[in-house]
């Protein structure tokens, strides 16, 4: 005989209740003498026998009813006769997702459901188990103990596929799958278990707590390092307000501190002035009790780097210097006669300034880096342009140079809503000095005018990467250099197509992240934090590295890049907030899945053993027939 709850069999200890009450009982015996009435003695011995067997009587009642009730929840039942374990062939999937780290009635749903493992008695069955970052074959007590949350995610579809390939084509054999975890709805659990080959049992696992009170985003609202604000976002999910402290630290100093006060159901956007120029080991913190994961939220701010600007001039210019001034820049001027070729491959602007020509290592060069994601600012000249910046300027989707117009016109329209321009007006000017142009070159620019003249002619406009100017923009040609619009025209163009790394990237997912170091062939990056060091998929080109990294890292925290052992930026990571959801699949309409309520039932189940169902209704019986002999016993047994 076997139990399906063998921990219940410990309150046979309560037995010894009745025994010491029966053994020491107060009730006792007195004996009276007479005279010379001898046969009332012999009544009182006749008396102190009887009461004596009714007491042992009572007594052994007690004990068949009290222990056929402890049996009884022990639910008895025995092994089957015909089927062998071996036969069976059980795959679990064993959800560790961070949405697992929530509380249940018996601690952390995943630190539980390991725990209810351990105490199963599987190591005798044919078990291979998966999570959404490994998998065991012939699963054993050390890979259990060994098992850790992570950031991956894996859909029910995806695991029932990939435990559909793990079973053998034996069809002899019984195939069970039991899936172990809180079941979100991202999940993606299904309605109905169409595969009729395998047996799909779930355990699905509650949290005694569904409020949640999270971190979900962080952002910068402005690229300007004079300016830049770090914006949080926090949501409550639960029925009742809630309020907790917000910290701001870069690794364990603290930078900044205020409080959220959340309605139901809510959220919140926090501010936080960022004063520093980088925060490597960035952290948010909050004070929650629901889901921890999101209690914390990485992030990675790196120096910015100054963005190299090249400019080769027809002849000496000094407004772009000006302009593009250290330490936001590393500004490079040279004459198309005396050009450092070096510094132009290097650079991540370049401006053609009022060059009538390019001559043949100029135009390869420009082909070349045309490719590589520049930005290129073109100025056009008001002598005869020649036909090897034509066909550049071609190569570029821009043609129109060879109709140059002389008239003078005026500059009077701004695309307002053009992204070089966010952030520069308050309001829309309609009113202003307009400036202007002596003559000018009639370009197609498409529907991406950013400034026009006064005929609707673009005077500046957008191609890819390519910022054109119809016009030169000499002082004898144009005032356009004297205008407050020249600042942040030139400034937006030259910042319109840098990369500045994400805050922080999702575990789990596919992340490319560039990083602007230099390496030779046969160098290599790699990750650290305090917990894990490894060389992640990168590829090098034009003197930066581009990183891939998707099955590792698995735990949030702000990761080192590393080159030769010197550490070059931070890159962060954090679990993604979908697991956050506290929202769970309703089992109630799903059709051919079995549900269980704990592991027990699931390795007691066909194939396993044959439990007889009715047994511990048999000590139910008992149990109340021990307990109508005792009242009978106490009742008429003189």
């Known amino acids: 005989m076997q139990f399906y709850h063998p921990e219940v069999l410990y309150a046979l200890v309560l037995l010894l209740i009745p025994i010491i009450v029966h053994l020491f009982q107060l009730r006792k015996f007195q004996t009276e003498y007479f005279t010379n009435l001898k046969f009332l003695k012999k009544l009182s011995l006749q008396t102190r026998k009887s009461s004596r067997i009714k007491k042992w009587l009572v007594l052994a009642t007690r004990l068949l009813a009290l222990a056929s009730i402890i049996l009884a929840f022990s639910q008895p039942y025995f092994p089957s006769n015909t089927s062998k374990a071996q036969d069976v062939e059980t795959i679990i999937y064993l959800d560790n997702s961070f949405s697992m780290e929530a509380i249940g009635k018996k601690g952390k749903l995943l630190e539980r459901s390991i725990q209810e493992l351990l105490e199963s008695n599987f190591m005798d069955k044919n078990i291979s ?58 999940l993606g659990f299904p309605i109905d278990n169409k595969d009729s080959e395998i047996d799909i049992y779930t355990y699905q696992l509650s949290p005694e707590r569904k409020e949640n009170l999270k971190i979900d985003t962080a952002y910068l609202s402005s690229d300007d390092r004079d300016s830049r604000i770090l914006n949080v976002t926090m949501s409550n999910t639960g029925n009742s307000s809630q309020s907790t402290p917000v910290s701001l630290y870069n690794n364990d100093k603290l930078i900044g501190k205020t409080s959220a006060s959340l ?20 952290n948010i913190q909050i004070e929650d009790n629901g889901l921890l994961f999101d209690n914390t939220l990485y992030f990675s701010l790196n120096k910015i780097l100054p963005i190299k600007v090249c400019s080769i001039n027809r002849e000496k210019s000094d407004f772009l210097a000006r302009i593009y001034s250290s330490p936001k820049f590393d500004y490079s001027s040279f004459l198309d006669t005396a050009i450092n070729y070096n510094a132009l491959t290097d650079a991540d602007v370049i401006i053609l300034n009022e060059i009538p020509e390019l001559n043949e290592i100029l135009a390869s060069s420009l082909s070349k880096l045309a490719s590589k994601n520049k930005v290129f600012i073109i100025i056009p000249s008001a002598e005869n342009l020649g036909s090897n910046f034509i066909n550049f300027t071609k190569k570029l989707g821009i043609s129109g140079f060879d109709k140059l117009q002389e008239q003078e016109k005026l500059i009077t329209g701004i695309k307002f809503q053009h992204p070089i321009y966010k952030g520069v007006f308050e309001q829309q000017v309609k009113n202003f000095e307009y400036p202007k142009v002596q003559i000018s070159y009639k370009l197609s620019s498409g529907s991406n005018t950013i400034l026009s003249l006064q005929d609707n002619q673009p005077f500046l406009f957008q191609k890819g990467n390519s910022f054109i100017f119809s016009a030169p923009l000499n002082s004898k040609n144009s005032n356009f250099i004297q205008s407050p619009l020249v600042v942040p025209t030139f400034y937006k163009m030259a910042i319109s197509n840098i990369n500045i790394p994400p805050l922080y990237s999702y575990l789990g997912r596919e992340n490319k992240i560039t990083v602007p170091i230099p390496v030779n062939n046969d160098e290599v990056v790699k990750l650290s934090s305090e917990k894990i060091s490894f060389i992640p998929q990168q590829k090098s080109s034009d003197g930066k590295i581009e990183i891939t990294t998707n099955e590792l890292p698995q735990s949030p925290d702000n990761y080192s890049v590393e080159l030769r052992g010197t550490h070059k930026m931070s890159i962060s990571y954090n679990v993604s907030r979908e697991e956050s959801k506290m929202v769970y699949e309703d089992l109630g309409n799903v059709k051919n899945i079995q549900q269980i309520e704990d592991l027990n039932e699931f390795f007691i189940s066909e194939g396993y053993v044959t439990e007889k169902n009715t047994f511990w209704k048999w000590f139910v019986t008992f149990a109340l027939l021990f307990l109508v002999i005792e009242t009978l016993l106490l009742k008429y047994f003189k």
């Open 263 to 282: 309605e139901a159901n809510s959220s919140a956007n926090l501010k936080f002035p960022i004063n520093d120029t980088e925060i490597p080991q960035g």
């Open 129 to 186: 188990l998966f999570t959404n970052s490994e998998g065991f074959q012939n699963m054993t007590k050390e890979d259990l103990q060994n098992i850790d949350y992570s950031g991956d995610q894996v859909s029910f579809e995806t695991a029932l596929l990939k435990a559909s390939n793990s079973f053998s084509k034996d069809t002899s054999t019984i195939k069970k799958f039991l899936v172990i975890s809180d079941l979100q709805q991202n």
